[in-house]
């Protein structure tokens, strides 16, 4: 029974946070594109590690003590913030020494960490019990495919190779079927019905349409682009409204009444 | 601590209490009293519903806390230090009870400090998570003078000590011999959320539990 307030939505996270899941899983799903298509060009590896670094930026204007900054570092045994800061770390060092030194390891390395960070964001939702739409299970899966489905979207649009192509349409499948499992889950009426018109969106213009567009590309290149910044876009969106629209509490609720 | 549903009449005595006590600011209630209205005319109940830190043996604050300024106590007291909060804010997306609060800048009733909140006013809770404390200092220094929390008002958290209808009460859960263990094993009781996992400090009464005949 709950007879409680009506869930309301967490204004502790704006789109200061929902920052660092845009940028930052833009940036690590474009790494683990570089390095499943062995592209080693330094300004695409430039660019992932300053989408990761943007997103940081961003959550970091957010917190309320911003000098002590280094203290999230301080809890790795339990917390997933400790560990994608830790995550975050590693991956601009092996980005670094990708971008001075071209090397195939240190690529593979950042993916893995690049994995790792996005794989933590993913779990600093679900770690969030307070919030329904975010403590779902599926949520995890959800989120490390929008970030595959947006880095490997900004990677077709500086290299439209097929395996770049392949890896794109692998991705943004992944996502449809995610959100599909995800949205199932989701029972919350007031998150439902604040990420309706997101999730349609990721449907209808971040898959359908740039499977279509690529197919497309075929005949005219230039609609790979389309379907890149379609699927990255409504990614984005998706992520926002997450965030900061369908993360309802739960409210109170009371098992009994009392009895008078 | 234990709330009971039967006796608390709204009053918000434990919220003013709490507020006098730790000199929290505006918009801001460790302690508050929700006012539920049940059901529809003409079976309409209202209840008043005591809420704030349930200071949970499984705290996902605590585990989710970046800086590790949320710990637990021995006894089961959730604190923050404000030393260490980065204020990320994450605890208070984690909180199941919607218990924590952040103030960025100082807010006072008037706008300017009242000679009363600038005296109180502690540069080190803004920009940080803060949250109920069940008046832990006065509970250690009431300990220290060899008192008994939930039984002499020198070692029990404020909103206790003030409530009018004796609906709050406070004690140790692990002595079988304590206030709050007795009333638990004489009524009906339940903890919110439980389905969470959290295993909530807080318990709420609402009926008498049945003797055997």
Redesign the interface.
Known sequence: MSFGPRPWQQTNWDWRAAGNFMLGGTGAGLMIGLALAQNQSAYPVILAALLVAGGLGTVWLEIGRKLRAIHVFFNPQTSWMTRESFAAMLFFIFSSIEIFFHSTAALGAAALAALAFVYCQARILRGAKGIPAWRAPQVVALIVTTSLAEGTGLLMLMNLEVLAVSLFIAAVIARAIAWSGYRAALKQPASRAALESAGKALIQIGTIAPLALVLGAYFVPQAALLAGIAAILTGWWFKYVLVTRAAFNQGFSLEHLPAR | MIA???RCVGCQTCTAACKHTNATPPEVQWRRV?D?E?GQYPDV?R?F?P?GCMHCAEP?C????????TRKRADGIVTIDYD???????C???????ARY?T?VAEFAYGKAMPSEAIRHDEKR???ATKCTFCSDRVDAGLEKGLKPGVDHEATPACVNSCIAQALHFGDIEDPQSNVSQLLAEN?H?R???E?G?EPGFY?????KEVAA
């Open positions: 009971d549903l039967r929700l539920m049940v109940k209840v519903v809420v996902p605590m585990h989710v806390c970046p800086s590790t300024a260490l909060c980065i204020g990320c804010s994450y208070a997306v984690a909180c199941p009870y919607q952040k960025d803004l920009g940080v009906r339940f919110m959320h439980e969470l959290t709420y009464l609402w009926d008498k």
